[in-house]
């Protein structure tokens, strides 16, 4: 009998949960993306205290509500948070610098000194939520 390989949901189970593997990405950055992508999870949470963490693609940190709000991604140079409907959403602070030519997504790159925003992007990720909560197809009625 062949043997079966695990399921994506039996490795992430067996690596710990998608919060326990966004806190070991975190400390295993040890340097100034780790603290950011801390910032950011710390600024998402507050923001939407019942966002959902999840873990996809091999290692990106995502975050969901009502479908996926923006993703934590960490590159040498930069900390990215793609907004995955970012081009429908309004951003009067000017936060998005990133993937500005694309049809759906928006991205903020944040590179080492940067300073956060914290309430402008506290505003960015409501307004993700209300548009994911918006678009949502509602039930039909009988």
């Known amino acids: ?9 039996t ?11 966004i806190d070991s990405k975190i400390t295993e ?3 100034w993306r780790g603290e950011m ?3 950011v999870r710390k600024v998402i949470k507050q923001a939407v205290p019942d966002v959902v963490e999840e873990w996809k693609w091999r290692g990106v940190p995502v975050w969901e509500y009502a479908g996926i709000i923006c993703t934590g991604e960490t590159y040498k ?4 948070m793609t907004f995955a ?3 429908s959403l309004d951003d ?10 694309g049809n759906t997504r928006r991205a903020i790159d944040i590179h080492e000194g940067d300073k956060l925003d914290e309430k402008a ?7 993700a939520v209300a548009l994911n909560t918006s678009t949502k197809k509602k039930p039909k009625k009988a």
């Open 1 to 9: 009998m062949a043997k079966k390989t695990p399921s994506k949901s």
């Open 11 to 21: 490795e992430i189970n067996e690596a710990g949960s998608p919060s326990q593997l």
């Open 29 to 31: 950055l040890g340097d």
């Open 37 to 39: 992508l801390a910032r």
């Open 77 to 80: 140079a930069v900390v990215k």
């Open 85 to 87: 409907k970012g081009a």
């Open 92 to 101: 009067p602070s000017g936060l998005f610098n990133s993937s500005l030519d």
């Open 121 to 127: 992007l506290k505003a960015l990720i409501r307004a």
